[in-house]
C-alpha cells in the first residue's frame, strides 16, 4: 500500500505540472543520449520497489506532456481528470471484454453507450450494432470487413478465391488505414481507389468509404451525395468519422456530417475531440446481427449455449480478437460526469479556438492558408520565409526542431502532394485557450526569425 501511495504522488504531481504553462511540453533528448541516461535494459534479479519508483518518475520525467495546454500536435491531446479515473479503476478490476459471464458492468455499458451512439447518428431508436476497437484504423477494417461479408458471406469460409475482384472507393485525402484494411483482408492496395469524383465502376464494389474530418485538412466528403450514389448502386456506405464523429455532439457543428445516418457503418473515435483518454474507438453498425454472422466460430469454452444468462450479452464472438480490452468505462464515466452539454461545450470550444487562430493568421503577413480552415477541424498554414537552406520545405521541419528542444510547444507539419512542409494544427485539447493561439503564433515566429 506504501507504494501505492507513492505511485499516485507520483502521478499527481505529474499532472499538475502537465497543465502548468511554466513547465516544458517535451525535456527533448536524442534517442542514443536517452538510452545512455538511464538503464533502461531488463535483468535477471528483480528490482527493489524503491527501483521502480525511480523508474516511474523517469518515465514521467521524459514523457511528453499530452496534457500540456500548448500541446496540439495530434488529434488525441488533453486529460480528463474523470477519463484517468476511469482508466484507474479500469486497470484495477482487470478484466475482459469477451463475456459477461468475466465483465458484466463493462459489457452492460458498452451495450447502453452503443446505443446512444447509434442514436445520435440518426438510426431510429438507436438500432443497430457495434463494438469498441483498438483504434480507428481497425474500426475501419471491421468496416471493410463486414461490407464484404454482406455482399459475399461464402469468402468467410472459402476465401477470397471463390469471389470476384472486390475495390473500394475513398477520397484521395482518406486515412491510410483503409488501405492498409485492404491489404490486411485480401483486397489488395491496388484496389483501393483514391478519387476526387465518385464513377462508375464495372466491377464488384463492396465499400465506399466517406470521410468525416480528414487527418490533414479536417475536411468533410458530402455525404449525402455520396450517399445518393451509394443507394443507386447498392454499394456499402462506410463513413470513417474517427476524428470528425465527435461533432454529432454538437448542434452548431453537426451539419457538417448531413448524411451521416443513411451509412451502413461509422467510425467514431471519443479519445480524440472528445478527450477520452486512449484508447476509445467505436465502430457503429446499422445493421443488428450482421457482426456476429461474419465473425462468430463458436468457441466452446467461452461462449457455452446452455448458459444460465441471456446469450447475447456475450459479446466476443463478434470481434476479431479474443482477449478485448475495456475501453468503455472512460467514455461513460466522462459522459455521466459531463452530459451530453457538457460534451457539446467542450466541442464547440475547440471549433471557436480553430476559428481564431484562422482569423488571427489568414491576412497576417508571412503566412499563407494551405487549406481554407473555416469549415475544417484543424488549421494548415505555411510561414513564408526566404531560408538559409534556399528551400521553403525546410522552413517548418526547422522551426518544430526548435520547438522540440526549447520544450515550449508541439504543432506537427508534414507535405502533402505537391506542397511544401506546412504546419498542421490541431485544436482538440480542452485545456487550451485564445492565449494559447497567440503564444503558438508568436513563438513560431520567434523561432523562425533568423530563417
Known sequence: MTFLQEVVDILLAYIVESFDRDTKVIDFHYPNELLQRNNWELQDDPATLDDILISCRATLKY???TAHPRYFNQLSTGLDMVGLAADWLTSTANTNMFTYEVAPVFVLLEYVTLKKMREIIGWPDGRGDGIFSPGGAISNMYA???ARFKMFPEVKEKGMSSVPRLVAFTSEHSHFSI???AAALGIGTESVICIKKLCKQLSFIPLQC???????YGAFDPLIAISDVCKKYNIWMHVDGAWGGSLLMSRR?????DGVDRANSVTWNPHKMMSVPLQCSA??????GLMQNCNQMHACYLFQQDKHYDLSYDTGDKALQCGRHVDIFKLWLMWRAKGTIGFEAQIDKCLELSEYLYNKIKDREGYEMVFDGKVS????FTLLKNTVHGSLTQVAPV????????????????PQGDKVNFFRMVISNPAATFEDIDFLIEEIERLGQDL
Do not use: D
Open 210 to 216: 466517406a470521410t468525416a474530418g480528414t487527418t490533414v
Open 144 to 146: 471493410m470487413l463486414l
Open 253 to 257: 457543428h453537426r451539419w457538417k456530417l
Open 377 to 380: 477541424l484543424h488549421l494548415t
Open 179 to 181: 488501405k492498409k484494411g
Open 283 to 288: 465502430l457503429l453498425v446499422r445493421e443488428e
Open 63 to 65: 514523457a511528453i506532456k
Open 399 to 414: 522551426i518544430k526542431a526548435r520547438m522540440m528542444e526549447y520544450g515550449t510547444t508541439m504543432v506537427s507539419y508534414q
